[in-house]
């Protein structure tokens, strides 16, 4: 199919002035400046690799790995204050003695894991709203100066009281910080690394707990309050470090011309190293993709995202974040430590063994880099779901036996378990949250997926102590039973309602979505420029 091209480079008819170039179609019908140039950035970015697309923009990789350092930080003042169940001495100041040891009050640790994820889902839709009236970059730095505060109720606290008041502002901080930078990866990262920014910053997720399990272990044993102070002040070097950068950090450009402010959009492209060259292109495909959603939706409120084609693309995108809450991974890497304790071991070897549960983790995740474009987002997600229910039902068979075998062998498969997570669902779930949303929505339906995820792990955290505690229930390792019935529920929506959206732009998720493509024809849907052989 021929198509005509006129430019203002010297022919007479159809000459206009300006960068952009007019595009007509003899069976198409007219096509716009914006269309065709969105068109030509659309197939660049196809035809990029990572290389490629890091040195095309070398900017807008090192901030999306600043969003990934504010994942960082949230995950590691989220870990701080719930793996202190696991100090001895934190069980002494604040608990009270059970069989010749001192355990924390069960209302008081559901309350304390519980409550401040609660508080994390209200800073989530709260930062969503306040983020698309004054931007990405003030809305991090309004979570951050909340955990200020929160961090030092937790460091002076001597009554539990005012130590769950710092953990419920540190919630409320972490969900501003983690829905926002999520957010922004997935507005500033280039097609090419899309998937590899949202991986790292799963890594993120694992790299925090990390941290802490290290802290924890040189720490933990000490006999006065500075067994557990000490790795909440670290919580401080994490959030100088944010504020200072978070205070550098372009705007997203997506937002900006979201508030036709081109010319600022622009400023931020460039601080995102976009070339000259490629400026006319990148500010038509914002525009172009912007304009085409706008054909479809009417608002930007909470609610615009339950509505027409919208409603399928949320469910989709918040699906997997909360099937990440159906594994436990919370609930196991909280109490992994203080399970370990339980089993026999002594403070020191549970932190050791915590220490190399989150290596695990970490190593996980870094394997899912390559492979979360290279097997795709959809089967990834779904043999990882796979995986996770084996796990969790062999953990939970061998804790029916109270051998020195058997305790062992639980103690494995919960290794496992952290390492396999976040190779593939850990991983991916951050991933289709970022892209399946629409362009105009991603932030409110970001901010929904991370408050449904924390609503699930909020009434998780306050449900678990009452059935893992030795004054309880007593089920121990059994709760995997629990979490494999989740699992096995979350396996079979992947199946037939997950999509593959691997290596799709964002304009070719709309027309797919806009179409209503059947979720498992994703993979080899050919667009409407494919069809036609035109650029991508």
């Given at each position: ?398 804790a029916t036996r109270s051998d020195v075998g058997a305790i062992k062998g639980v103690i494995a498969m919960q290794l496992i378990f952290a390492w396999f997570y976040n190779v593939t669902i850990g991983a991916t779930a951050f991933t289709i949250l970022a892209e399946v949303s629409t362009s105009r929505l991603r932030a409110k339906s970001v901010a929904i997926g991370i408050f449904l995820q924390n609503i699930l792990f909020t009434i998780i955290a306050f449900v678990a ?48 979505f806009m179409k209503r493509v059947p979720a498992r024809k994703f993979k080899s849907y050919k667009t409407d420029a494919e069809a036609r052989n035109q650029p991508v």
């Amino acid at each position: 199919m021929a198509w005509a091209i006129e430019t203002n480079l010297g022919e007479k008819k159809g000459k206009v002035e300006g960068l952009y170039p007019v595009v007509s179609s003899d069976q198409f019908g007219a096509v716009t400046s914006d269309q065709y140039l969105a068109n030509l950035a659309s197939q660049e970015e196809h035809d990029m690799s990572r290389l490629e697309a890091i040195k095309a923009a070398p900017w807008a990789f090192v901030w999306c790995l600043f969003g990934a350092w504010c994942i960082v930080l949230a995950s590691f003042q989220g870990m701080a204050g719930s793996t202190v169940f696991g100090i001895p001495q934190f069980r002494k100041d604040f608990g009270h003695e059970y069989n010749g040891e001192f355990i924390l009050d069960g209302g008081w640790q559901s309350a304390i894991d519980g409550a401040p994820r609660a508080a994390v889902s209200i800073g989530t839709l709260a930062a969503a709203w306040l983020a698309d009236i004054i931007g990405r970059r003030y809305m991090l730095l309004i979570g951050f100066g909340v955990c200020y505060v929160g961090v030092t109720l937790e460091v002076i606290a001597t009554s539990i009281e005012v130590f769950f008041a710092g953990k419920m502002l540190v919630g409320f901080g972490i969900g501003c910080s983690s829905s926002i930078s999520l957010c922004y990866v997935g507005e500033i990262a280039p097609l090419a690394i899309r998937g590899l920014m949202t991986a790292i910053c799963a890594f993120g997720f694992a790299l925090g707990p990390f941290a802490v399990a290290v802290t924890m272990n040189f720490t933990s044993t000490g006999t006065t309050r500075w067994a557990y102070r000490a790795v909440f002040c670290a919580q401080y070097g994490f959030l100088a470090v944010g504020t200072i950068l978070c205070l550098l950090m372009p705007e997203s450009p997506w937002w900006l011309i979201g508030r036709d402010d081109h010319v600022a959009a622009e400023k931020s492209l460039r601080k995102l190293g976009v070339s000259t060259q490629d400026m006319p292109k990148r500010l038509a495909s914002m525009r172009f993709t912007l304009a085409q959603v706008r054909e479809e939706t009417t608002g930007v409120t909470y609610l615009e995202c339950f509505r027409l084609t919208n409603l399928r693309r949320t469910i989709i995108s918040i699906s997997p974040v909360s099937f990440q809450a159906f594994t436990g991974i919370t609930f196991i890497n909280i109490y992994f430590a203080y399970y370990v304790q339980l089993a026999g071991y002594s403070p020191s070897e549970s932190f050791r063994l915590q220490i190399v549960q989150q290596g695990l983790c970490m190593f996980g995740n870094v394997v899912s880099w390559f492979l979360i474009d290279l097997v795709g987002r959809r089967s990834l997600t779904l043999w990882g779901l796979v995986g996770v229910l084996i796990s969790h039902c062999t953990t939970g068979a061998l804790a029916t036996r109270s051998d020195v075998g058997a305790i062992k062998g639980v103690i494995a498969m919960q290794l496992i378990f952290a390492w396999f997570y976040n190779v593939t669902i850990g991983a991916t779930a951050f991933t289709i949250l970022a892209e399946v949303s629409t362009s105009r929505l991603r932030a409110k339906s970001v901010a929904i997926g991370i408050f449904l995820q924390n609503i699930l792990f909020t009434i998780i955290a306050f449900v678990a102590p009452f059935l893992f505690n030795p004054d309880k229930a007593n089920l121990g390792a059994k709760t995997t039973f629990i979490f494999a019935g989740l699992v096995l529920g979350a396996v079979v929506f992947v199946w037939f309602y997950l999509p593959e959206t691997t290596g799709r732009t964002f304009e070719e998720l709309d027309e797919m979505f806009m179409k209503r493509v059947p979720a498992r024809k994703f993979k080899s849907y050919k667009t409407d420029a494919e069809a036609r052989n035109q650029p991508v």
